[in-house]
């Protein structure tokens, strides 16, 4: 397809459990951003990439997150020993270097029960 | 801290209703100023994509106005219909940090 790419859309966690979720970027779109958005309030930032490069990892919440996109292309963000309080949805997006457009997957719901 | 703020967090109109939101943002170390559009279980979509002092854009009964110098953007839905439902979010992108900060959206309801 020609737009973002997330999966899974849900998740349910048991506290404690891993979680990876991916995101699969516009093709030629060279920055991609990781954002959290808990309910009722907006997308908060946690990390970006410009190619394969993390340029800003200053939103990531704890030691627990993990974000990687190896070859510039797919960006996997990895949650581990999930708590409560990482229920959220996250939202992958890409754009162009220095338009700051933003073009969004879906998201992946994460709960953690 | 970047302080994005948006107003009114939700609103309730009839179809037909015409209405206007708020998003502030900090007046200096201006790049740009987006509004996307949220409908449920889809993903955000980009309405408007503002950079200059006085800007009016417009698409369709949606249009939206730049005030860089007080640091504010209204967006404006004249006409409002049932598929206008959704939250509507302003982001202002700094070009230095290379991202964009997120106010917390207005969540519109129109009833038919």
Redesign the interface.
Known sequence: GAGVSQSPRYKVAKRGQDVALRCDPISGHVSLFWYQQALGQGPEFLTYFQNEAQLDKSGLPSDRFFAERPEGSVSTLKIQRTQQEDSAVYLCASSFVNTGELFFGEGSRLTVL | ILN?E?SPQSLHVQEGDSTNFTCSFPSSNF??L?W?RWET??????LF?MTLNGDEKKKGRISATLNTKEGYSYLYIKGSQPEDSATY?C?F?N?N?????????TTLTVKP
């Open positions: 994005v948006q790049y740009a987006h996307y279980a889809k993903s955000p979509e980009a994509v979010l982001a992108y070009t940090a290379g991202k964009s900060t997120f106010g917390d959206g």
